[in-house]
């Protein structure tokens, strides 16, 4: 808790060990405010956590400014004038850049919820390694236009806890599954507009470096933002990108009017029937074809996994096709956290782990965390005295907390 802040504080779960979700309880001596909001064009109503004043961070030098004042964890922040809202992950460190952070948007697939999706990913971890926001959206049912039920939206009702959310122990029935609805595109576009304006406003994103991506029609939804959001996006990873039965076709993005380049790197089973695998890669191997890339030769990653890369793109520009053989609906190298599916070969690639490598090829280094490291001066110190002297800092990366 900052010095000086005298507030009653209410833990409400833990969703890992030492990642404590909080309710700020308004007593403040700083004027912190139970339901604090945000006045920009939108108000944001700040759920979890909310000071009037910048939070000191646990590292040295550390600051929220570029975070909203948010410090490290997972923070609801609702979107009054459009009902809607979504999850603010903060890392316990970010990149010092003049020019920002880069910032990963990604959408949960039907059934879920921001909490399951970023269960199955890992992605707090994961941005905490290279010092990235994150923000996870909340879908809606296929009849309302608006999410704002806080930690338990989009909940499965087999959930009599609020832990039992967070852990993303049930998917919900179709009767109360929350999506990206196709019916729904261009509310849920206006939605990613607003979460655009809020980050302008509020934090230090890097807007010309952020990455999409999404699971399902999630990842449907992502491919989307390629053709009629492409301003705001450096790349689109969709994950399994739902296209199947009666769902519109995926958009063939050379065919988008007026849409900048974006790169775009895809992952889908072989079983899964739920993908077009085919149509998939053709619309990729077209892009990369139109902005005069090389390659589109198949490797072979992984005894389960191989990829139809592209290269030397007009303005930098990645393309990739991943496969998973006998992969089903499910994320390449993760378990469900309903643990609802078999196991698969540990030969099948981590697409969180690929993907942000991907990812690291489209930002400057100085957006990487600990580019450059060690120093001269560091390994001195290595070197000063035998055995080498051991290193307190960064806790959270040397000794990372267990996932249960």
Known sequence: MPHGIASRLH?????????????????????????????????????????????????????????????PGMHIV?????????????????????????LVMSFHGTYETPWFHEKELGLMQ?????????????????????????????????????????QGRFVSEIVEACSWWPQN????VKFVDSIWKWLEDHTCADRTQAFAAGFSLGGTFSWGLACSRSHYLRAVAPIEPYSWGDMPDLVDLTTCSGARPVSALSYGGTNDTKVRLDVMT????????????????????????????????DGGHLFESCFVEGGVHTTSGHLKPDQALPIRPGSDVDWTKRTFERFSLLVEPSKLLFYGSPTEEQMQYHDSSWPPPTLTDHLYIRHPPSDS
């Open 126 to 166: 994961t941005l905490s390694r290279y010092g990235w926001l994150g923000i996870l959206p909340w879908g809606t049912t296929v009849l309302s236009p608006s999410s704002m039920g806080g930690v338990r939206e989009c909940c499965s009702s087999l959930c009599d806890t609020d832990e039992c959310c967070l």
């Open 282 to 313: 053709l619309l990729i191997d077209k892009r990369a074809q139109q902005l005069g890339c090389e390659g589109g030769a198949l490797e072979r990653l992984s005894a389960t996994v191989s990829c139809k890369s592209w290269s030397h793109c």
């Open 11 to 71: 833990a409400l779960h833990v969703l890992r060990p030492g990642l404590t979700l909080v309710f700020w309880l308004l007593t403040s001596l700083c004027g912190a405010a139970t339901r604090a909001e945000l006045g920009a064009d939108g108000d944001a109503e700040v759920q979890l956590l909310q000071t009037n004043t910048h939070l000191s961070g646990h590292l040295p030098g550390a600051d929220h400014a570029c975070s909203a004042g948010y410090g």
């Open 185 to 188: 595109y261009d509310r849920d």
């Open 78 to 102: 609702k979107l009054l004038d459009i009902q809607r809202q979504f999850l603010f992950l903060v890392p316990p460190e970010l990149v010092q850049s003049s020019s920002g952070v880069p």
